[in-house]
């Protein structure tokens, strides 16, 4: 890529694995979250998404930006789903778009966004909000895919499965949500694309060009 890939939670257990795949591949990286340490081999800036102005020098400039971010799980205020999964995702396609550069997006959200009468969604509304920070990222008109894994484990990438439609239940390894960000910057069939992660028996994916091109790209209202 011509320019720097931000990728915010870089240094978590998926994100950490992004920023190994893209360093191998020879991409300047910049590991954005707020407890980030500047001095590594790749650069790292300290940013919230929560916090609009943190994100200006992190993002300003870039190619691709991904985001793997958990979220607060207080009912409200700045720890709450919310503020991280839509405010903060709105915080991101703005500072990222404000030299009038167009990323693409990768949001790493998860399954049952769809499903709000699941548990998961009693914890400030968890799933709402993801599923409005995805369409966030859907309405952007950036080009972006949009990742939901199933529950993450450890473990090599194994065979996977991309789902769509939000009916399933699983596990994926984290090695292979992380595959799928990093693919998803080079092939264009993973544009404008949504759709949920599976473990499955056999090896890791020989081509995720076919993967991806197996799926249907969102409408405009696709969930
Ligand atoms: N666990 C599961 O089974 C599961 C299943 C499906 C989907 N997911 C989702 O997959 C994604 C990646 O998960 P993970 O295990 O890699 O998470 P993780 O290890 O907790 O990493 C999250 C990263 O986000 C950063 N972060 C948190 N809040 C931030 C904020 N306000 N601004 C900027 N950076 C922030 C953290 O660093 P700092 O603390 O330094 O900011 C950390 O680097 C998450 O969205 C998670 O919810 C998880």
Partial sequence: MDNPVAVIGGAGSVGRLVVAGLVSRG????VVSRR??????VAAFRADV?????????????SAVVVSVEPGTSDSGPNSPKATMYDG????LDAATAGGEKPHIVLVSQIYVTRSNHPINSTGRMLDWRLAGEDAVRSSGLPYTVVRPSWLTGGGTGGVRLEQGDTGDGQISRQAVADACVQAL???????????????PGSAPADWDDLFQALAPDSATAR
Wanted: aromatic share 8%; charged share 20%.
């Fill in 186 to 200: 080079y092939l264009p069939s993973a544009r404008s694309l949504t759709f949920e992660m599976y473990g499955a």
């Fill in 27 to 30: 991409e300047q990286v910049r």
């Fill in 89 to 92: 995702v709105l915080n991101v």
């Fill in 36 to 41: 980030a340490r500047p001095g590594g081999s």
């Fill in 50 to 62: 929560r916090d609009r102005e943190s994100l200006g020098a992190p993002l300003a400039g870039c």
